[in-house]
């Protein structure tokens, strides 16, 4: 079925120079005269694309692309406007167009446009169909990420949707939840670019100096050191794919620099006059939340549109607990094989249950470096062949306890009774956890020695004071 585009101008000669562009190319083409005709002609036709210009006073702009998105959410539309501005522009996005344009519209440019809109339909429509099925099948690899959270499924899906398209990528996450390798899985998966470059740049281990230098090259003088023409990384790049790591550091000067690369694909070198061009696909990767900081007026608005094409968000490992297991039995896997060349050959072939599930229940604030960190620790100190609850370091040991010891008692009451419960219980059943070991009841309790003997005087708890299990509430009062 042949691409419905509908072209909305108050001009006739706009309408009908447009409506001639696109019919050359193959297109069915309506044209419309304001925003009342574009809505008689949706209910007639199936429109996949709009052009409709924002001047025109009877297109009404936000009201129309309002109800355009109501009703029609699988149109795309792309607002035109004879005053192009920054800030025009920031303005169609958030109101929901899918570009923007400025008058007077080049024939390339718009040709060029909507063959974007159409690979990114059928992108969303590959997508779509292959969400479900892959989250039935499960897969718990993909490329070399490890997962078979349902989240994980999706991204899974997105990466495979998106896999042939140039489209730019936002990766979110927290540190350590492996957005570089969701980079390296998009590459992996683009038929186009997984034979040529990788370049990879991380924006905040650089000064700024140094990294426009580093992104776009030099010529020889430009600045002390310069001592000869330099090749900058998305020349290096051109092919192939970028990831922009720590997007967020870079300052505003240099964002604009990158806006204008995405935008166009130019830059020139440091000190230079040439302008050069670079095919890559650019993927951003951030620790931070980008709305945010464009709140904040510390991240450019237009950037943020212009990156924000296709978002994948990483949960923390935290929140796919269940893939804990599939990512020990990976880790292990990979440095049992270097426990092997060693001289005693011994490998962890299992984890004791204990350790297990205090695995699963730690928070891993570090994400998925923390894991990989702990296991590589234990195949170097552990003796024998299973890693066993001592085998982890404290963070991890002291975390659960402590979990444990403030819990052990307040099983079965309310919140509001759990909070009326005195320190004085909370002290004699970290004591009780301990076997009356102070040094261990101490660290349960995160504070030294000495405070606990200060604070067993002052309750006057003696060891056979028992364990604080028989709670008694009386009115509001709880009594040991």
């Known amino acids: 079925?042949?691409?419905?585009?509908?072209?909305?101008?108050?001009?006739?000669?706009?309408?009908?120079?447009?409506?001639?562009?696109?019919?050359?190319?193959?297109?069915?083409v309506t044209t419309a005269e304001n925003g009342a005709q574009i809505l008689q002609l949706m209910d007639k036709y199936s429109v996949d694309i709009i052009f409709a210009d924002i001047d025109s006073s009877t297109c009404e702009g936000e009201e129309l692309l309002k109800t355009i998105k109501e009703n029609y959410p699988q149109t795309y539309v792309v607002l035109m406007s004879a005053y192009g501005n920054i800030e025009t522009a920031v303005k169609a996005m958030r109101m929901g167009a899918f570009d923007y344009m400025t008058k007077p519209i080049e024939d390339n440019q718009l040709k060029s446009l909507v063959e974007k809109i159409i690979k990114h339909q059928e992108t969303a429509e590959v997508c779509s169909e292959q969400a479900e099925s892959l989250?039935?099948?499960?897969?718990?690899?993909?490329?070399?990420?490890?997962?078979?959270n349902e989240s994980m499924q999706k991204i899974?899906?997105?990466i495979e949707a998106i896999s042939d398209s140039p489209t730019t990528v936002l990766i979110s996450g927290?540190?350590?939840?492996?957005?570089?390798?969701?980079?390296?899985?998009?590459?992996?998966?683009?038929?186009?670019?997984?034979?040529?470059?990788f370049i990879e740049v991380s924006c905040g281990a650089l000064p700024e100096t140094l990294l426009e230098s580093e992104l776009f090259g030099h010529v020889k003088g430009s600045f002390t050191g310069a001592i000869k023409d330099r090749a900058g990384r998305f020349e290096l790049a051109n092919g192939g794919t970028f990831l922009l790591d720590e997007i967020d550091t870079c300052s505003p000067s240099l964002q604009v620099k990158l806006l204008r690369i995405l935008e166009e694909g130019n830059y020139e070198r440091v000190g230079d006059m040439k302008t050069r061009t670079a095919d890559v696909r650019i993927i951003a990767a951030t620790n931070q939340n980008l709305e945010d900081l464009v709140k904040k007026k510390s991240f450019r608005e237009d950037l943020y549109w212009r990156l924000n094409v296709i978002k994948i968000e990483i949960p923390p490992l935290r929140e796919r607990a269940e893939d804990i297991p599939l990512l020990i039995n990976h880790f292990l896997d990979k440095y049992n094989t270097g426990r092997k060349q060693t001289k005693n050959g011994r490998v962890i072939e299992r984890v004791n249950e204990d350790a297990l599930?205090?695995?699963?229940?730690?928070?891993?604030?570090?994400?998925?470096?923390?894991?990989?960190?702990?296991?590589?620790?234990a195949c170097i100190l552990v003796k024998g062949s299973?890693?066993?609850l001592r085998d982890l370091p404290?963070?991890?040991r002291k975390a659960v306890q402590k979990t444990e010891v403030l819990s052990a008692d307040i099983h079965g009451f309310s919140l509001k009774t759990a909070l009326r419960m005195?320190?004085?219980?909370?002290?004699?059943?970290?004591?009780?956890y301990s076997n009356w070991n102070c040094t261990k009841a101490a660290a349960y309790l995160d504070i030294n020695r000495t405070t606990l003997y200060n604070k067993m005087r002052l309750y006057g708890i003696k060891r056979g004071n028992g364990r604080v299990g028989n709670i008694n509430l009386v009115s509001e009062d709880i009594t040991v």
């Open 135 to 148: 989250i039935t099948a499960g897969r718990k690899k993909f490329h070399n990420i490890i997962g078979g």
């Open 422 to 432: 005195p320190e004085k219980d909370i002290v004699l059943n970290a004591l009780t």
């Open 394 to 396: 404290d963070s991890i």
């Open 357 to 377: 599930q205090a695995m699963m229940e730690y928070s891993w604030p570090g994400n998925i470096r923390e894991l990989e960190n702990t296991i590589e620790r």
């Open 1 to 28: 079925m042949r691409t419905h585009i509908l072209v909305a101008d108050q001009e006739p000669l706009t309408r009908r120079s447009l409506q001639e562009i696109l019919r050359y190319k193959g297109y069915n």
């Open 386 to 388: 299973v890693l066993n």
């Open 156 to 158: 899974y899906s997105m």
């Open 174 to 197: 927290e540190s350590g939840t492996g957005k570089r390798m969701i980079a390296q899985a998009i590459r992996q998966a683009d038929n186009y670019r997984c034979e040529k470059s």
